[in-house]
């Protein structure tokens, strides 16, 4: 089975308020981490990525943690906009050899205004 | 305008026929990637290219076929041993040089077929 996954297929959020999107992984040796954003109908766009000597990585409005003990990924987006309603993607590189990316199943972030 | 081209946007096909889904990329990039994607699922790899002339079967590689015979294109046949064709795919390209591990994705293709 996949070793990235989402702990909730669906957020919905207010406008404005920060949004948390989490990830769980089940590989140790993965060394890098990628956050994609899909809007409907369209290919996957780059929003950050991490890899796994870092513990936290910011970008404009949005951060990636990452906490390796629990092997647990987030992303957290600051005031959220309807721009932002999207599926999301975690994504895993398992092994530094090898260049291939595993990605989790998607978050649904529905933006109420 | 540098970016990844995928066409036509919408495919529609009968079943038993192949089709081949284009991809081209101006990006320079070495390594090309080709992803399935379902309603409600994540992508799952299909093929992928490190370098020219050389392709690697990704996690469902059944009734695909794929070519490399230019850095800038790398073309996905979907034959009609594919049990089920009916799915968004996606072609991505990376740099491949370094220790750069992010995928450039174009905006796909969707194939029905009926």
């Known amino acids: 089975g996949e070793s990235v996954g989402l702990h909730l297929p669906t957020l919905s959020v207010q406008e404005g308020d920060n949004s948390i999107i989490n990830c769980a992984y089940s590989?140790?040796?993965?060394?890098?981490f990628i956050w994609y954003k899909q809007e409907s109908g369209k290919g996957p766009q780059f929003i950050i990525d991490?890899?796994?000597?870092?513990d936290k990585r910011q970008g404009q409005r949005v951060t990636v943690l990452l906490n390796k003990t629990v092997k647990h990924l987030s992303l957290q987006i600051a005031a959220t906009q309807p721009g932002d309603s999207a599926v999301y993607f975690c994504a895993e590189n398992r092994s530094s050899n090898d260049y291939k990316l595993s990605f989790g199943a998607g978050t649904t972030v529905t933006v109420r205004a | 305008d540098g970016g990844i081209t995928q066409s036509p946007k919408y495919l529609f096909r009968k079943e038993g026929q192949n089709v081949t889904l284009s991809c081209e990329q101006n990006?320079?990039?070495?390594?090309m990637y080709w992803y399935r994607q379902d309603p409600g699922q994540g992508l799952r790899l299909i093929y992928y290219s490190q370098i020219v002339n050389d392709f690697q079967k990704g996690d469902i590689a059944e009734g695909y076929s794929v070519s490399r015979e230019k850095k800038e294109s790398f073309p996905l046949t979907v034959t009609s041993a594919q049990k089920n064709p009916t799915a968004f795919y996606l072609c991505?390209?990376?740099?491949?040089?370094?220790?750069?591990?992010?995928?450039?994705f174009g905006p796909g293709t969707r194939l029905t077929v009926t």
């Open positions: 991490i890899r796994s000597n870092m």
């Open positions: 590989n140790s040796a993965s060394d890098y």
């Open positions: 990006l320079n990039h070495d390594a």
């Open positions: 991505a390209s990376r740099v491949g040089q370094g220790d750069s591990y992010e995928q450039y």
